[in-house]
């Protein structure tokens, strides 16, 4: 069975443009998180969605926004890149939304110039 | 409301043992403990929840004592693969593990 999968791996953008992440659960999960995870930092919680409703939210500003699709998929969208917005994003699924183990994708390396 | 994490950093010899520490200033009801490769996703270790219980997958183990707002990680006959950084999160309610808060990490590396 496939793991968390995110797309795409590492991506270079400059300030002002925005971003599409893309991250599909592992089959059968119907819950995705969206985590934003800065070096030498432990990760930021950013959303939950559960299926397709937003279940969470970190203390993101209104930039960040995401979206779960019927296949659970999600995207997490980025407006108005700042040189802040560099970072890891994580995606991780749970079977539930209030299943407590959560499987991570390797990531999405954003980096803002 | 970060939960801190002890030691930052630690350097073991293959078979040493160390602890990690995760302390809260807000009462908890579940610490989570993952580790982190470098350039990879954090994994997950295991789940204490409220009550004191103590857990152990292999050489690791955890306990989470509820009065100190605190969760300790062993390692024991450290392995060269254990090396990488070990991250708490914390939920203060079962409504919050959506949403756990992290602690910075805790870099670990094992040499031979």
């Known amino acids: 069975d496939a793991g968390v999968t995110q797309s795409p791996t590492h991506l270079i953008k400059t300030r002002g443009q925005h971003v599409t992440l893309r991250c599909s659960p592992i089959?059968?999960?119907?819950?995705v998180s969206w985590y934003q995870q800065v070096l030498g930092q432990g990760p930021q919680f950013i959303f939950q969605?559960?299926?397709?409703?937003?279940?969470g939210r970190g203390n993101f500003p209104d930039r960040f926004s995401a979206r779960q699709f019927p296949n659970y998929s999600s995207e997490l969208n980025v407006n108005a890149l700042l040189l802040g917005d560099s970072a890891l994003y994580l995606c991780a699924s749970r079977a539930s939304s209030g299943a407590n183990v959560l499987t991570f994708g390797a990531g999405s390396r954003l980096t803002v110039l | 409301q970060q939960p801190v994490q002890s030691p930052q950093a630690v350097i073991l010899r293959e078979g040493e043992d160390a602890v990690i520490n995760c302390s809260s200033s807000k009462a908890l009801y579940s610490v989570h403990w993952y580790r982190q490769k470098h350039g990879e996703a954090p994994v997950f270790l295991m789940i204490?929840?409220?009550g004191g219980e103590q857990k152990g997958h292999d050489k690791i183990s955890a306990s989470f004592n509820e009065k100190k707002q605190q969760s300790s990680l062993y390692l024991t006959a450290s392995q060269l693969s254990y090396s990488g950084t070990y991250f708490c999160?914390?939920?203060?309610?079962?409504?919050?593990?959506?949403?756990?808060?992290w602690g910075l990490g805790t870099s670990l590396a094992v040499n031979p």
């Open positions: 089959s059968g999960h119907k819950s």
């Open positions: 204490l929840l409220k």
């Open positions: 999160g914390t939920a203060s309610n079962a409504g919050n593990n959506r949403k756990l808060i």
């Open positions: 969605y559960y299926e397709k409703e937003e279940r």
